[in-house]
């Protein structure tokens, strides 16, 4: 399960992403969707990967108890301190310095298991997705937000870089840069949910997430309202073929029979 590139010295310009419209709008679309699969009463969720602890703190206002591991000292630092920033949330987060080859949870099983921006940082994603299956209780929720290999070539094409967008295409390209400059890999949900369904888990609905915005840069801002809109016009398509399959990212998620022998 190699990785193709470090995260540790991208991680201001994730932090700076996060912030923007069209950071807000990608974590905006993931929250909303854990929340309708998420039980109302809290529940235990390990976020893999969690970085500066964006989702985590989301999920933990929510009410869920949130365990949050990130192999980058550096990013764990960052979470920590939005979490000092939110006193109220203390109790409920758990921040651990570990990656997908290293979490330290053997025999500990978790409501929903949340890996978001991960997998298109490693070689391939068979090992990760049995990992992240095998930590979800019966019952329980895996969520994993990938790079979606169908979309390849299209943040370039409306970009205007139509020479790159061209030889992504035709070559049928499963990598390309990243927002944060960096090459990363992009996976099917088709692909992805049949891993997870190896394992065990139903797979559910998957979504398309940021389909309209995707080729704007992070200095796209926009009135609320107008931001509002954006996000109802997206949410609204990511359910949907063939918008969903031009998405930037896909969402997939996968659950646990209540009655499971793995």
Known sequence: MGA???FDTVGAAYAAHSDSARGRLRHDLVERRLLTELPARPVTVLDVGCGNGEMT??????G????GADPSARMLAAAADRLAGRPELADRVRLVGAGLESLPFEGERFDAVCCHGVLMYLDEPGEAVARLAGLVAPGGLLSVLAKNRRSIGVREALAGDCTTARRLIESGANRSAGN???ETRGDTAEDLDRLAAGHGLTPLPWQGVRIFHDHLDDTWASEPAAYAAALEVEWAASWRSPYRDMGHLVHTLARRPERSRS
Do not use: E, M
């Open 4 to 6: 193709l590139n470090g």
């Open 57 to 62: 703190l989301r999920l933990a206002a929510a």
């Open 64 to 67: 869920h108890r949130v365990t």
């Open 180 to 182: 944060l400059g960096r």
